[in-house]
């Protein structure tokens, strides 16, 4: 158990109807999320989510507003996660899998209509698809704990 909260960082960036997510497989259970990770300490968000997408995803992005907050706590508090999600520009790059050995297994982009389908941890696509309707001007709003076991 650790009395640390890790914040991650995550892109939401679209290409017309599509939005870029990456897949990862944790065990036996495949899930997407927008692309991003941990801040490091001293890093801005931005600065955290421009060198995670260039890690995960080969693409030279930068990091835009903030449109949501979501927390992650478990029943047993053995982890707790901040999950911060700015609207990204590609400003270079092609998005392809740019890692290997991780959980991380692929890139992909997912049309608008394929998103409600989609398993995504945590499950914040309702608040997502209403962002992207709003054309991302929609103000920020935070989520609350989305923890599902």
């Known amino acids: 158990m650790s009395n640390e909260i890790r914040i ?9 109807d599509e939005l870029l997510l990456v897949n990862h497989v944790r065990g036996a259970e495949s899930y997407w999320l927008l692309p991003g ?5 001293g890093e801005t968000l931005a600065q955290a989510l421009e060198r995670e997408l260039a890690e995960e995803c080969a693409l ?6 903030l449109l949501l907050l979501a927390e992650s706590i478990p029943p047993d ?3 707790q996660v901040l999950n911060v999600v700015l609207k ?3 400003l270079d790059g092609e998005a392809r899998l ?12 997912k049309k608008r209509e394929q998103v409600p389908g ?8 309702d608040a997502l698809l209403a962002q992207w309707d709003s ?12 923890w599902k076991d």
């Open 88 to 90: 990204a520009r590609i």
């Open 77 to 79: 508090r053995h982890r």
């Open 98 to 109: 740019n890692e290997s050995g991780g959980r991380l297994k692929g890139v992909a982009w």
């Open 118 to 125: 989609l398993v995504m941890h945590p499950d914040f696509k």
């Open 8 to 16: 991650r960082v995550a892109a939401a960036i679209t290409r017309g």
């Open 60 to 65: 030279t992005v930068r990091a835009g507003r």
């Open 37 to 41: 990770g941990g801040v490091e300490y």
């Open 135 to 146: 054309g991302f001007t929609a103000p920020p709003q935070s989520l609350g704990n989305l």
